[in-house]
């Protein structure tokens, strides 16, 4: 499963290349990021490399704030804006902005 979901992602372009896969990036290329905050499930099996991710930024002086969502699945936020759902209203989509909103201003202390 794993080889057709790279193939999704990546496409043709090379999985190894940072602009697929930031976690390749050198050093060099990370300090440039901008400050990040990466949010994660408790049950995601991508969780490590997520968390490593934010280790290398950190490592490379980046701002970075990490949050892991206690008891939630991988893509636990497509609930809120998956496409491919049959019952979706605006009440939904705008409690999900307040709470992505309400986190980014707490972890970044910065007015958006």
């Given at each position: ?36 905050v990466?949010?994660?499930?408790e ?11 934010a280790n ?18 991988h ?38």
């Amino acid at each position: 499963f794993m080889e057709m979901f790279k193939e999704r992602y990546a496409g043709d372009q090379d999985p190894s290349s940072p602009y697929i896969s930031p976690i390749k990036a050198s050093d060099e290329q990370l300090q440039q990021m901008p400050p990040a905050v990466i949010v994660l499930a408790e049950y995601d099996g991508l969780k490590h490399e997520g968390l490593a991710y934010a280790n290398l930024l950190i490592k490379n002086c980046v701002e970075t704030h990490v949050k892991t969502v206690k008891k939630a699945p991988h893509a636990f936020m497509e609930k809120y804006f998956s496409a491919s759902r049959v019952v979706r209203t605006k009440y939904k989509e705008e409690q999900a902005f307040v709470w992505i909103k309400g986190h980014l201003q707490y972890y970044m202390n910065r007015e958006f």
